[in-house]
C-alpha cells in the first residue's frame, strides 16, 4: 500500500490501555495548504482524542509522538456512513412522506424521526464498525 493510499496525521498518545491507545490530534502548518482543509477540520479536532485498538501497545508510551494513518477506502467507508447515509436517509423519506401526509411539517419530523433507528442501528453494530475502520500508528 503506497503513502497515496493513505490519509496520515500527527498525534501524542494521551492514553495507554490493556488493548488500546488514546491519542490526540496535532495541528499541522501543512493543514493550511491542504486542499481538503474545510472538510477535514483537524483545527477544531487538535482537542480530540480518538481511541486505536493497537496489537502492541509496549513500543508506546504516554507522551509519545505518533502517525494515525488510514487507507483512503476506509476513510471514505466512514464518511458514507456517518455523513452520506443519513443525509440520503432524510431526503428519500421527505420525498416519500410529503405527498403522503401531505404536511410538510410532518414529513420533515417523520424523516428527522427516521435517524433515530438508523444510529441505534449505528450503535449496536459499532464493535463491528470499529473492526473495520482500524487506524494504524506509527512511532515518530
Known amino acids: 500500500m503506497g503513502e497515496k493510499d493513505q490519509v496520515e496525521h500527527e498525534g501524542i498518545i494521551?492514553?495507554?490501555?490493556v488493548n488500546s491507545v488514546k491519542v490526540g490530534?496535532?495541528?499541522q502548518p501543512s493543514c493550511n495548504g491542504c486542499y481538503v482543509k474545510d472538510i477535514c477540520n483537524l483545527e477544531q479536532r487538535s482537542n480530540e482524542v480518538i481511541e486505536i485498538v493497537c496489537?502492541?501497545?509496549r513500543q508506546f508510551s504516554v507522551g509519545d509522538k505518533v502517525k494515525i494513518k488510514i487507507r483512503q477506502s476506509i476513510g471514505?467507508?466512514?464518511v458514507l456512513i456517518a455523513y452520506f447515509f443519513p443525509f440520503l436517509l432524510i431526503i428519500v423519506?421527505?420525498?416519500i412522506m410529503t405527498p403522503l401526509l401531505k404536511q410538510?411539517?410532518?414529513a420533515a419530523i417523520i424523516s428527522l424521526l427516521m435517524l433515530v433507528p438508523y444510529?441505534?442501528?449505528i450503535y449496536i453494530y459499532r464493535n463491528k464498525i470499529k473492526k473495520e475502520i482500524n487506524f494504524t500508528l506509527e512511532k515518530i
Open 93 to 95: 423519506s421527505l420525498f
Open 25 to 27: 490530534f496535532i495541528k
Open 14 to 17: 494521551k492514553k495507554i490501555s
Open 104 to 106: 410538510e411539517i410532518k
Open 55 to 57: 496489537s502492541d501497545i
Open 119 to 121: 444510529y441505534l442501528i
Open 76 to 78: 471514505l467507508k466512514a
